[in-house]
DNA sequence: CTCAGCTCCTGCGGGC
DNA sequence: TGCCCGCAGGAGCTGA
């Protein structure tokens, strides 16, 4: 499910056992995930300290003590799962019972606090890359991504700009992360739902206003989320140190057949294949 | 440049 | 029970 709430999710859970802290090794249980691993990975990872740990897009960056940074994407199916995380909130005390590797683990980071973090990701879409910290914004994977729609960059100004004389639809350009960063499949239905804009509509011919409705709708999604994945983060830390996934209620998405959430609306929402990818939305709500 | 379609990979649920 | 099919939250690449 990692789109940008998500990601930012795990980011916020792999704090207290990664940032400012050591790895003491690292473990590559298979040469490659959606491309081959960069030479050396492992020794490189291995005895380096966390410096900060960062997100772009959906990508988490993990800043080393080594003009290296680490570059994560867990693309469809991957997740972070944490143990030997004893109590999180208290700093310094971890214990070092660890649960049986499974199927699809496939990078293992052991920190030198005990901890022990897990790449698991049976499709293996996902990906680990290493780059000179300071080259980072040019990394083939980076250079093209569009602004954080949370920043100041991401407007109403920028987006009509970016979206004026397109004629392709405005789901598929949500969907373009050069365009913005970090939207997926299931956010970018919500957010249409939310502004009422219908997913086949030409990007090219949304009004102003609407366009300034899309923002803050965008903005409004993923910020909702965040707090749902924040909130879920408390509640299964000490269940398990499974991170990546976690219940949030959409109004549109996976929810064909059922009824429109707007008050008052006699609507059902509807599903419609858009490239290759399913979209969710309110016929008489969206237009 | 823009855009649609294909591709990588595994797992799951439904229909027969 | 087993088999086949469609589908899944990403995104790079190709070719028109």
Redo the contacts with the bound molecule.
Sequence with gaps: ???LP?VETVRCGLLPAMEGQRIARAELRRADL?WPFPPDMGARLSGARVVQLRRR??YILADLDRSESLII?L???GRMVISGLAAAHVPGQFHHDHPALE??DHVILHMENGARITFND????GAMDLCATSLLESHP?LASIGPEPLGNAFNADYLAARLAG????IK??L?D?RIVAGL???YVCEALFRAGIHPKRAAGRIGRLRIEALTEAIRATLLEAIAAGGSSLRDYRQANGELG?FQHAFRVYGRQGAACVTQGCPGMVRRVVQ????SFYCRICQR
């Design positions: 499910m990692p789109e998500e959606r897009s959906k994407h693309g469809m199916s199927k699809h049976p499709r293996r879409f994977l397109r004629k392709t639809p598929a350009a969907l992360q997926g499949n299931i996934y490239s290759g990818r399913s």
